[in-house]
């Protein structure tokens, strides 16, 4: 194979045959296995016969990480960049991007048209392709997919999942010939260990040699303290796990923790273990003192000194340069264990030896829940660096909320399926008919990965339904002694239901005659007649002395309920297996509303709103085109923006800042657009979020009105650096679109430009 100094794996070779055959394949693997060498695999192939590669990744800072290493690697004139905020060297041999602007360039929006785009690009990787299970963005995998020209070649590169083969099939379906290459092998294998705070000298194996739980585990017991405002605290025993993992030379670590406060807790608790050599903290200490050289800002952070006892934290509510500070101390070597929230997981450069999850339940916006699978998988995946450790080690903390039988069963479970997230918007609706006819954009739709897989996800509705089936057939063959059918049963009933009925009214008419003491009139009397008749024709079936008779009714009663049932599910099946498809209606319907649609096709409203992207483009769209905005000064109009792309429900609460009055009256304005706009979603069963949430906003117009970094932290109170600079960065990419999209008045161009310049300083122009 092309250049490697190291025999590579049979996967990888396998995947490497299938590429250099003209394939795209489908590579799932554990984490840290090595797919990223079937990667550079294909762009070796790309820089010999003079192609390119496109490399999407699911995050900025992964692109960033990817960009640096193969600039390192291939020199940096071959590598470029683009993210949301970046272009470095677009027209490069290899383009590190994220999969949204993969998606976007697909779409021929603010990129250029594909044929320019795509230009001699023989290659895309897809990293991280189970992102597709991701909520809010796993649409964006389905989207590049089905819309990647079919003569370029997919390297999808996955975690293990249960239904690789599925995902295979729809890409074989969707784009060109794909060959899944898929294995469970590791490299550097995994051990499990259990802290059993009965026993906190030692770790405990969590499996018995024969594959089952160790019994010597024992469940934990509530163990309270008293924490701060009296309120009891279930103990901590970090020190005591981190002690033990330095004791049997099990560092460095990355200690999952599902909560960015008990990082900097756990951190804390941890600083004066001795975990580093005076040696290792004199070289801390270098690298700090030269990157603060460079980047100021971080000069008086509070977590320097537990860097130089060998801890760190990492989370999103830290600023983005000190977590790359962190992640080139741990891949040094120096820092031994690092207490990291989920995101860790997500493929980002950081081999450890350890790997501790301090939990395997985590609440989340609808409450407690267990980890899945995958989540477990990705987590502990992390352990083992390759050409450097044996072996690697899992340790999963003790809880009272957790038995050890459950932690032993979540070890032993197989990945999670692949889901379908797949969820058309108004862009996407606006971008499929501008290129494409209704007709044609529907065979599109019904090309994503979820009508592929309907089965599958209609799995319950569809067992339903065989089981509803299978009781009218049950029902059904009921056998009659006298080979009646149920239409002869029924014709009796209807006889004898009338029959008694009649037999009542003849009875009430001769009871009324007798009281009145009057003969019975020819009519009455013919009635009775008429009465006897249907008793004798009643008695003519075998039906009416058959002691079977209420039984068989009781059936053709049963079956009438059950095609009823069977008729709401077929609907419902029905519904859910056109569910993309009647996303697509509704959102073109609301288009036509506003006028952003004719004629199944987009107007110029339309076409200004098909280049945005945000939560709901149309929202987005109508304020800007409203002319709100348009007399607003920079720290005004970023302040609005903050208010309409702050997403973030933690702090969808008052802020003490006080907002300027034009933002204010601004403010007021949005809410009377989204009002109607909400109105006419309900309408259409869409529910697009639309956010007005101003807790940033005040802080925003501060910083483009100059003020320094250290004051917005001081204004901010409890809110992370990382969740301000990121909340400022996405103000920043909505602003760039309004410079780059159509029909945006040239006023509120130069605003959107000036608002950007001002916001971009250190440290939010930092990645």
């Known amino acids: 194979m092309l250049g490697f100094p190291f025999e590579l794996d049979d996967f990888q070779k396998d995947a490497c045959k299938c590429i250099e055959n003209g394939e795209s394949v489908v590579v799932c693997a554990p984490t840290g296995a090595g797919k990223t060498v079937i990667a550079e695999f294909a762009i070796q192939l790309a820089i010999e016969h003079d192609e390119r590669i496109f490399y999407t990744t699911p995050l900025k800072a992964l692109s960033n990480q990817k960009f640096f290493d193969f600039g390192r690697k291939y020199g940096t004139e071959r590598v470029g960049l683009l993210t949301g905020d970046t272009s470095i060297n677009r027209n490069a041999q290899i383009v590190v991007m994220t999969t949204e602007v993969f998606r976007n360039m697909l779409y021929c929006t603010n990129f250029g048209s594909i044929s320019d785009n795509m230009q001699k690009v023989r290659y895309v990787v897809l990293d991280e392709v189970h992102y597709m299970n991701d909520e809010q963005r796993g649409t964006v995998w389905e989207e590049s997919i089905i819309y990647c020209p079919t003569d370029v070649q997919i390297i999808a590169l996955s975690a293990t999942v249960a239904n690789a083969d599925q995902l295979t099939d729809w890409i074989n379906t969707v784009h060109s010939k794909t060959t899944l290459i898929n294995t469970d092998f590791r490299p550097v294998p995994l051990r499990y260990y259990y802290f059993d705070s009965s026993q906190p000298d030692t770790l405990l194996p969590l499996l018995s040699p024969g594959g089952g739980l160790n019994k010597k585990i024992k469940p934990e017991k509530r163990n309270y303290k008293r924490g701060p405002r009296g309120r009891a605290q279930q103990k901590s025993h970090v020190r005591e796990v981190v002690r033990n993992l ?276 020819e009519e009455a009397l013919k009635f009775e007649e008429f009465v006897k008749g249907q008793l004798n024709k009643m008695h003519s079936y075998n039906c009416d002395t058959c002691k079977l008779y209420k039984k068989h009714m009781k059936s053709l009663d049963l079956i009438k309920r059950y095609e009823k049932i069977g008729q709401r599910l077929e609907k419902e099946i029905d519904n859910q297996r056109d569910i993309y498809w009647n996303k697509f209606v509704s959102h073109q319907k609301v288009l036509e509303r506003y006028g952003y649609l004719k004629d199944n096709f987009p107007t110029e409203k339309g076409k200004t709103c098909s280049q945005i992207r945000s939560e709901n483009e149309l929202f987005l769209s109508e304020i800007m085109l409203s002319g709100i905005l348009d007399e607003l000064t920079p720290a005004e109009l970023a302040s609005v923006i903050c208010s309409v792309t702050t997403e973030d429900v933690r702090n969808e609460m008052y802020s003490h800042l006080p907002l300027s009055k034009n933002v204010r009256k601004t403010l007021n304005k949005i809410k009377d657009i989204r009002r109607k706009l909400d109105k006419i979603q309900t309408e259409y069963h869409i529910e697009d979020n639309m956010y007005i949430n101003s807790y940033y906003s005040a802080l925003i117009e501060l910083w483009v009105a100059g003020e320094d970094w250290e004051e917005i932290i001081n204004q901010a109170g409890d809110v992370g650096e990382g969740d301000i600079v990121r909340c400022f960065k996405r103000v920043v990419d909505v602003l760039r679109q309004f410079t780059t999209i159509d029909n945006v008045p040239e006023s509120l161009v130069y605003t959107a430009r000036e608002a950007i310049d001002k916001i971009s300083r250190e440290p939010i122009d930092i990645d």
Request: with cysteine; net charge positive.
């Open 246 to 521: 330095y004791e049997k030379d099990m560092l460095p670590a990355i200690y999952f923790t599902f909560s960015r406060k008990k990082c900097d807790e756990q951190m804390e608790k941890c600083e004066s273990l001795g975990l580093v050599t005076p040696e290792e903290q004199k070289r801390i200490k270098e690298i700090i003192d030269e990157y603060i050289a460079d980047n100021p800002f971080l000069y008086n952070n509070k977590h320097i000194e537990y860097l130089l006892q060998g801890v760190a934290s990492h989370h999103a509510g830290l600023l983005p340069a000190w977590k790359l500070l962190v992640e080139k101390l741990f891949q040094e070597g120096l820092i031994k264990v690092v207490f990291a929230t989920e995101t860790l997981a997500a493929g980002i450069n950081m081999p450890a030896r350890s790997t501790v999850i301090s939990s395997i339940s985590k609440r989340t916006d609808n409450g407690h829940r267990m980890l899945t699978p995958s989540e477990f998988l990705q987590m502990s995946g992390r352990a083992g660096r390759r050409g450097m450790d044996e072996v690697g080690y899992v340790t999963i903390v003790g809880t009272p909320y957790q038995s050890p039988q459950e932690v032993a069963d979540l070890v032993l479970s197989k990945a999670n399926p692949l889901e379908s997230r797949f969820s058309p918007s108004y862009s996407m609706v606006l971008n499929l008919l501008q290129r494409f006819t209704e007709e044609e954009a529907k065979e599109l739709i019904l090309k994503s990965f979820g009508y592929f897989s309907a089965n599958t996800r209609l799995s319950g509705l569809l067992t339903e339904q065989q089981e509803n089936n299978d009781k009218i057939k049950a029902v059904s063959d009921f056998k009659c002694w006298c080979k009646l059918t149920n239409e002869d049963l029924l014709e009796y009933n209807k006889i004898r239901e009338s029959y008694v009925q009649n037999r009542r009214i003849a009875k009430t008419i001769r009871r009324q005659e007798k009281g009145k003491h009057r003969p019975l009139s």
